[in-house]
């Protein structure tokens, strides 16, 4: 175990690396630059401008910018936003905290809805209770994240008054504000989450419930319910937890729609925002945070597999 | 110090009847909170470092400057109560309101408004408004409530240039840091990025019996929809850009509790063609393109129905506003459009390609002058990209038609001489007519309204003939709040204070 662990915290390293030097490029291959979009208000003669990039430090090769970025990152400095002029390692942490709690809400409701469902279907398979999850998850899987959440901010918020719009609250200053205003939210994210999980689950289940074992353990006269949540709903969730793995790393970089759209104070944003305005260090801070996320959220799931599925080895 | 001064303007506060308000304001009843829903956050909390319409809107509570606008866009009195132009435009001297209390309660004097301006023009504040201060030369303190500014060319716009959170006079004390601290009616609070930044109403603000609020507090919320669903919803006071696609159904019959303020021309629409390459070198293949264009249609398809086709940038109420000026190209002519290809020699038509910023309102207006175009067999590619893309592109004058919109500038020196003189950086067209140059110079130089009036007038009617910058209209401003902000008005740009109006107004009634 120590030694696969190992083994993946070299890769990790690597393909941060990787990604670091992949973000650097791209990010100063797209046309325009922090100052055009940073001083679009005035008026920039050229030695107003090359005064701005000396200042920035832009007027320096490429290859020499990315050595002196890279050094600072490894000594823990992100740098200064150019936008906020602020420390880029206190903007996303003061990021995190909805980050993480919005994706593990949605998380939350994706798995109520969908390992139940999935398990339902599979069981009741090609009769009317299939046939009802199976188009609600392909209904939760088109519906677009802008409009579920519109359209449940009117219901909610304008015609019931029930709960908030949009904003945000933190859970340990304010319990119930931070609930009720993360509800609408979870749901609009959890949804389409839940009916990938629960078509996931379905198939899985299907699978592991043709195959001998269980045949074997039906003919032994084992109860029903005991060969589909003993037997079949463990080895059937290991892919499905590869998928929550994957969808909760993606959540946690990539929210931005329901983050406009209920005012939420997260990472998604935040590096959409950083993109438009070319603030190059902002962007590449942010990009080599969601890669720690997925690697560490990745190395995560393949650990807990063990513990799913006693069989599988981490060699 | 005998030179004498061509006096302008002595405006005192009386005359524009802050008496009458101050008296009403103590039998107005006090405190509650206001909710405003903004277009964005604030970028930064430091008042000299921060920049954009809707970081402006916010610190314009909170700082003041020189100068403020009014309710028509007016250059009028703010921290200074009167001002003087000198008659070669290159001095300006302002004389200060006394007994004005920063939110430390520290007494506001002439050396403060010194030090403001020269920390936001030091390099190593690193101001976004830096560019803008470069045409001050010096600073001269006269005494504890006069500040004289000693200008390298003249300008005689120079005091409109630093209205509202353009130049906020701050104490020096509080330099560089993140708590702003300046004469508002409202103090700082808090600022939760991209949550909410708080305002409390400030006791020892001048103007007595304001502000009648006791908190507002700024929400951003990006988008315009679900802005206005926040204000239908009661999580919201006042919003500030409203969908133009809700305005039909809101301006007809408004939801119980609302009250829509639809008004004035905060925005005007352009079309700008490049005059250096390609076939708009000739004059007569940029009017061929401005007689094909219908401007009402263009307008009405980019907003409902609710931006007016006009031939200039200032909108009506406006006192830049030229009412006799005839609009050529205000419908379309397409047998004169074909005929002046003819020509000039492209009777087929040809091929150019558009720069087109990815806003909704942008991409309308381009996909619309496309069709447009289509019909005299000019074929229109739309190269549609990011700001900072489209910004990139204006400055390396590669585009042949870049069509957009810009925001209401309270004098017309800005934005005849900033986007047309001969070699400035913004004229993107590449734009030269010495012609146009001598008058927007002598408009510059030019200390009498009605005669620089009548030099833009002038200019305006150059800019028509040449049509490299096709003015199309204005949009208006889209605004609304809730039935219980009462006394609430907006500018004519939408601005939420200004001299005589706006937040510091408005009460709650319950």
Not at chain 2, 9 to 20: E, M, N, P, R
Not at chain 2, 373 to 394: P, T
Not at chain 2, 489 to 508: C, K, L, S, V
């Amino acid at each position: 175990m120590k030694k696969y662990v190992l083994r993946r915290l070299v890769i990790s390293v690597l393909v941060l690396l990787l990604v670091s030097v992949m973000v650097f490029s791209l990010i100063h291959l797209i046309p325009g630059d922090p100052i055009d979009y940073l001083f679009a208000d005035e008026t920039l003669t050229p030695e107003i401008r090359a005064q701005y990039q000396r200042d920035l430090g832009l007027d320096q090769p490429l290859l020499v910018q990315y050595g002196s970025w890279m050094g600072r990152v490894v000594r823990g400095d992100l740098g200064m936003s150019l936008q906020m002029g602020r420390p880029i390692l206190n903007l996303i942490a003061e990021r995190v905290p909805a980050t993480l709690l919005l994706a593990l809400a949605a998380t939350l409701v994706a798995v109520v809805i969908a390992i139940p469902a999935g398990i339902i279907a599979a069981i009741k398979r090609h009769t009317s209770y299939d046939y009802l999850f199976m188009s609600s998850a392909l209904f939760g899987l088109s519906i677009p994240h802008f409009w579920l959440g519109i359209l449940l901010i009117l219901f909610f918020s304008v015609f019931l008054d029930l709960l908030p719009s949009s904003g945000y609250r933190p859970l340990w200053s304010d319990p119930i504000g931070s609930l009720e205003h993360l509800i609408l939210p979870a749901i609009t994210l959890g949804t389409s989450m839940a009916a990938v999980v629960a078509r996931m689950t379905r198939s899985e289940m299907l699978e592991e419930i043709g195959k001998e074992y269980v045949r074997t353990a039906r003919a032994k006269g084992m109860p029903e319910r005991r060969v589909i949540f003993r037997h079949v709903l463990k080895n059937a969730l290991v892919p499905t937890l590869t998928i929550l793995g994957i969808q909760f790393g993606r959540l946690m970089g990539g929210m931005v729609v329901v983050e406009y759209v209920f005012a939420w104070p997260g990472l998604g944003s935040l590096v959409v925002d950083a993109v438009y305005s070319r603030d190059y260090p902002m962007v590449q801070a942010l990009v080599l945070t969601f890669a720690v996320f997925a690697v560490t959220i990745n190395m995560g799931v393949d650990i807990l597999y063990r513990y799913v599925n006693p069989r599988i080895t981490l060699e | 110090m005998t030179k004498n001064f061509l006096y302008l303007s002595l405006i005192a506060i009386g005359f524009f009847g802050s008496t009458s308000c101050t008296d009403q304001a103590h039998q107005d009843p006090h405190g509650g909170t206001l909710v405003l829903g903004m277009m964005a956050d604030i970028q930064r909390a430091d008042p000299h470092r921060q920049t954009g319409n809707p970081s402006n809107q916010v610190f314009s509570l909170i700082t003041e400057s020189l100068v403020e606008l009014d309710a028509q866009g007016r250059v009028s009195p703010g921290i200074a109560e009167s001002w003087q132009v000198s008659e070669d435009a290159r001095e300006h001297t302002f004389f200060l309101r006394k007994e004005v209390l920063f939110h430390n309660l520290r007494e506001l004097v002439a050396d403060d408004v010194k030090q403001s301006y020269q920390h936001m023009q030091d390099p190593a504040t690193r101001s976004p408004k830096r560019a803008d201060f470069a045409m001050i030369d010096r600073i001269e303190v006269i005494d504890r409530y006069t500040v004289k500014f000693y200008l390298k060319e003249p300008n005689a716009g120079f005091g409109a240039t630093y209205f509202g959170g353009n130049a906020p006079i701050i104490p020096p004390e509080t330099f560089d840091t993140d708590h702003p601290v300046g004469t508002g009616p409202f103090q700082f609070v808090e600022w939760k990025p991209r949550q909410y930044l708080k305002v409390r109403r400030f006791d020892g603000y001048w103007n007595d019996g304001l502000p009648k609020v006791e908190e507002i507090i700024f929400r951003p919320v990006v988008d315009d929809t679900v802005r206005y669903t926040g204000l239908l919803a009661g999580d919201l006071d006042f919003v500030f850009s409203l969908p133009f696609a809700q305005l039909p159904v809101l301006s007809s019959s408004p939801p119980s509790g609302i009250v829509p303020s639809i008004k004035g021309g905060s925005r005007w629409f352009f079309l700008n063609l490049h005059t250096q390459r390609g076939p708009f070198k000739d004059v007569r293949v940029r009017r061929a393109i401005a007689h094909a264009l219908d401007k009402s249609v263009i307008m009405d398809g980019v907003s409902w129905g609710y931006a007016e086709a006009e031939a200039q940038p200032y909108p009506p109420g406006s006192q830049w506003y030229f009412s006799d000026v005839e609009d050529l190209y205000l419908e379309s002519d397409l047998e004169q459009a074909r005929s002046l290809l003819q020509q000039a020699g492209h009777p087929e038509g040809f091929e150019l390609t558009a720069i087109v910023r990815n806003e909704t309102l942008i991409m309308d207006l381009a996909m619309l002058v496309q069709s447009q175009l289509a019909k005299i067999g000019i074929e229109v590619k739309l190269e549609v990209m990011d700001r900072a893309s489209h910004l990139a592109r204006q400055r390396q004058h590669d585009f042949d038609l870049n069509p957009g919109h810009m925001g209401f500038f309270p004098d017309p020196g800005e934005i005849f001489y900033r986007l047309n003189h001969t070699g400035v950086p913004d004229n993107w067209g590449l734009y030269s007519n010495p012609e146009f140059d001598e008058l927007v110079e002598q408009g510059r130089r030019t200390v009498d309204f009605a005669r620089r009036k009548e030099l833009y007038r002038q200019a305006l009617g150059i800019l028509n003939q040449e049509v490299h910058f096709i003015y199309l209209g204005h949009l208006p401003v889209a605004q609304a709040w809730r039935s219980r902000v009462q006394g609430l008005e907006t500018n004519i740009r939408g601005d939420i204070a200004f001299h005589g109006g706006g937040m510091a107004y408005a009460w709650i009634e319950e």
